[in-house]
């Protein structure tokens, strides 16, 4: 298997601290939220319940990659999940802070955490094989139209593998 290179190291270091970052965020949103709204007084039973929320997050995006040689519906589910417990953790933050503060820790919580913890698993492009992804939707819609806008400047001429094929 050809690898691609690596990206920096100071990088993938920004990603995996945001990723952290944004995930003890939602955390303080969720342990706040567990205290008023599901009656977790105690602080066993919070901590519990922030860690099952952040072990699930990261433990779905983990299972999601494309680059593990699964089909794309058992990574369908993950994906799922994982949007699903931040959908479910931006209701705490709105029911937590109201709509702008809870907009923000939404943001900065949440819906930040997903894709981030996603980057620190997957977006190296070490990850992937070379070529892995070039017969998904998107590179195909890409390389149509690359080869639409070069053919209509005539820096080239139209290929057949830059039309879609359905």
Same mark, same amino acid.
């Given at each position: 298997m050809t690898l691609r290179p690596h990206r920096h190291p100071t990088t993938?270091?920004?990603?995996?601290?945001?990723?952290?970052g944004c995930t003890v965020y939602a955390?303080?949103?969720?342990?706040?939220?567990?205290? #008023?709204?599901?009656s977790m007084t105690g602080a066993a039973e919070r901590t519990v319940f922030v860690v099952a929320v952040a072990l699930a997050?990261?433990?779905?995006?983990l299972t999601a990659s494309p680059a593990r040689?699964?089909?794309?519906?058992?990574?369908?589910?993950?994906?799922?999940?994982v949007w699903a417990i931040a959908g479910v953790q931006v209701v705490a933050a709105y029911a937590e802070s109201g709509l702008v503060a809870g907009t923000v820790r939404a943001v900065i919580g949440p819906v930040l955490a997903a894709p981030m913890w996603h980057f620190v698993f997957y977006s190296d492009p070490c990850h992937c094989p070379l070529g892995a992804d070039r017969h998904t939707r998107l590179p195909q819609v890409e390389r149509s139209h690359a080869?639409? #806008? #070069?053919?209509?400047?005539?820096?080239?001429?139209p290929r057949d593998d830059t039309r879609m094929h359905r």
């Open positions: 993938s270091l920004a990603v995996a601290i945001a990723a952290v955390a303080d949103t969720n342990w706040r939220f567990a205290g #008023h709204y599901l997050l990261v433990a779905g995006a040689g699964s089909s794309r519906l058992s990574q369908g589910l993950p994906q799922f999940l080869g639409r #806008h #070069h053919a209509g400047r005539r820096l080239i001429e």
